[in-house]
């Protein structure tokens, strides 16, 4: 496709949570600070919300990432790590999983019980060893309540100086309004730590694009001018996920014109041809100069404004 006529290695804005092009801007370098501060105290839930497509997945993998980072650098500190990504799972399915991400050989058809107190020997296993179990999920709003509350009471395992398992719950908006059910408000009070994620600033798109162009092997001069950073922000509204939508559309429509930089008009045409930024990106100018022209006609039939 493109790869070649931009000097690139790899295409630079696919939507795959690829570590390697984790950008720490303001906001994901304050959330992974937060989940590294949250894990050296060993307690409670943590919580990381975001609207779609602003990065969740990356961070929790970055996160991961730090996480075998710290093991191998820090010998004292071992941490035992495990990621559901589907967590829309019933009690006896989170448990299920769980123990699987544990290593943990269960018997065909094992009872709850069972399966609750093999995984409690097994935590307790990695507490005699000093190894602290991180249990984080994605897509957590996705999480029925009764599952919520079948976590939480995992969560009451402890030894007298710690708990046996901590856990990161990373969801949508939505995952704030599940935890104020009432009954599992206990679960909400456990939440030690909490941050929203937010959008990319326009600086911050220019930075964006650069890194992922940078990381995928291009060397040489801006190829998205400030016009077209300017319009990839106003049609992204500084949502990651959108960003590599167009940005990867714009690159794909100066290649086939055969230009070497992308402008204005490629994100338009990017914008236009997506459905979830098209009518911010590209008609609403037309849209204001219209209701402008509206106005101007109203007031003036009303005798507001004399015309000549």
Known sequence: MYLEHFGLREFPFTLTPDTSYFLASNHYQAALNTLLVAIHTGEGFIKITGEVGTGKTLLCRQFLACVEQINATQPHAQYVTAYIPNPYLTPQGLMLSLADELGIALEPNAEQHHILKTITQTLLTFARQNQQVILCFD???????????????????????????????????????NLQQNQIRQLNQRITFHYQLGTLKQGEVDDYVMHRLHIAGYQGRPIFTRSAIKALYRASRGTPRLINILAHKA?????GKGEMIVHKQQIFKAASDTESAHQRAHYWPYIIAILLIVAVVVMARTGWVMLK
């Open 139 to 177: 897509e957590a709003q996705a999480m029925p309540l009764e599952t919520l509350e079948a976590l939480r009471l995992l969560t009451n395992m402890e030894t007298e100086k710690r708990k046996l398992l901590q856990i990161i719950l990373f969801g949508q908006p939505e995952l704030d309004q």
């Open 251 to 255: 690159l794909m429509a100066s290649f």
